[in-house]
T-cell receptor, first 114, second 113 residues
Framework: KAGVTQTPRYLIKTRGQQVTLSCSPI?????VSWYQQTPGQGLQFLFE???????NKGNFPGRFSGRQFSNSRSEMNVSTLELGDSALYLC?????????????FGPGTRLTVL | QQQVKQSPQSLIVQKGGISIINCAYE??????FPWYQQFPGKGPALLIA?????SEKKEGRFTISFNKSAKQFSLHIMDSQPGDSATYFC????????????FGEGTQLTVNP
């Protein structure tokens, strides 16, 4: 079974631009969560999508948004990029997003904002 | 109240030794406590997890000890190997938050040969 894939793996943007990251979950998984990983703040939950609906949201500004398609693939968008948005963005998929469902993480997209 | 505190930040052990990483939490609604292992350039991978109705869970060389009254849990890696060198994260979630994981700060483990 193929793992979680994320594209692109690396991105360089400048302040003020916007960016879209893509995540393809493991086949059959319907829940997709997004996390931001930085050296200072660690791993922080952004949001979770299940059956095309946002089911959970972390404490990030509205510049961070996402969506999920009918095939469970998900995208996240960051508008008006700031230097502090430089991070590794991780996507995780699970069967239903239930409490004990194993979450499988992708390798991440490394975003650098200049 | 949503935080999970993890220590130490870094840990160096000799091959064959025992690695111990500790986590503490405040939110008594946390109901699931997984540990993740992350290698450079990779996403975190689930290592082992525990629910608060048991005090210990063992899988191979990895053991979680859980102290509900103290709101603490720890990961023990027995017979540590150089291949175990990675960053380890404890995490927690609640029944209502489901897949939303609150992570500890991470522990960089180095196992010297």
């Amino acid at each position: 079974k193929a793992g979680v894939t994320q594209t692109p793996r690396y991105l360089i943007k400048t302040r003020g631009q916007q960016v879209t990251l893509s995540c393809s979950p493991i086949s059959g998984h319907r829940s997709v969560s997004w996390y931001q990983q930085t050296p200072g703040q660690g791993l922080q939950f952004l949001f979770e999508y299940f059956s095309e609906t946002q089911r959970n949201k972390g404490n990030f500004p509205g510049r961070f948004s996402g969506r999920q398609f009918s095939n469970s693939r998900s995208e996240m968008n960051v508008s008006t990029l700031e230097l502090g948005d430089s991070a590794l963005y991780l996507c995780a998929s699970s069967w239903r997003g239930g409490l004990t469902d194993t979450q499988y993480f992708g390798p991440g997209t490394r975003l650098t904002v200049l | 109240q949503q935080q999970v505190k993890q220590s130490p930040q870094s840990l160096i052990v000799q091959k064959g030794g025992i690695s111990i990483i500790n986590c503490a939490y405040e939110n008594t609604a946390f109901d699931y406590f997984p540990w993740y292992q992350q290698f450079p350039g990779k996403g975190p991978a689930l290592l082992i997890a525990i629910r608060p109705d048991v005090s210990e869970k063992k899988e191979g060389r990895f053991t979680i000890s859980f102290n509900k009254s103290a709101k603490q849990f720890s990961l023990h890696i027995m017979d540590s190997q150089p291949g175990d060198s990675a960053t380890y994260f404890c995490a927690a979630s609640t029944e209502t938050s489901g897949s939303r994981l609150t992570f500890g700060e991470g522990t960089q483990l180095t196992v010297n040969p």
